[in-house]
């Protein structure tokens, strides 16, 4: 495994770790309520760069039920969201926001918006970086 592949991984893991909290921000407050549930079992799947950022960092990828419908939720949704540390789940499910998140984030003050902006690039960036 290259070397410029672990670093961008291990960098990716503490940028998803730090950024979790201002996520959970406005999932904590909008999803519980939520009709049309975003978390279906087909976004929830390991696409190559992902499964190239976990072999990274020496982790195991989460088992997935192929039996489960694809339109269905996700396994990994739980009572209380996702059961699976950010860090842990597909890139997909970090940096998807469905309309009602990206409206709240609109109301947020400017600074919060473009600090959150500005981790998201950054792990766009070393996401890339793993290939695929």
């Known amino acids: 495994m290259p070397h410029s592949r672990i670093n961008a991984a ?5 940028l998803l770790i730090e950024s979790s909290p201002l ?3 406005y999932t904590r407050e909008l999803c519980p309520d939520c009709t049309d549930v975003c978390c279906r079992q087909k976004h929830g799947i390991y696409r190559e760069r992902d499964r190239n950022y976990l072999n990274a960092l020496g982790t195991a ?5 192929p ?15 996702c ?5 842990l789940r597909p ?6 926001f469905c309309e009602p998140i990206v409206l709240a984030m609109q109301d947020q003050p400017q600074r ?11 792990m766009i960036r070393l996401y890339d970086e793993l290939g695929g």
Request: some cysteine; aromatic content about 8%; glycine content about 6%.
């Open 83 to 87: 059961t699976h540390p950010r860090w």
């Open 67 to 81: 039996a489960r419908p694809l339109d269905g939720p996700c396994e990994a949704l739980g009572e209380r969201g």
């Open 61 to 65: 990828i989460p088992a997935r039920d």
């Open 112 to 122: 919060s918006t473009r600090a959150l902006t500005a981790v998201m690039t950054e």
């Open 23 to 25: 996520i959970e921000n």
């Open 91 to 96: 890139f997909k499910c970090t940096w998807y």
């Open 10 to 14: 291990r960098k990716l893991r503490q």
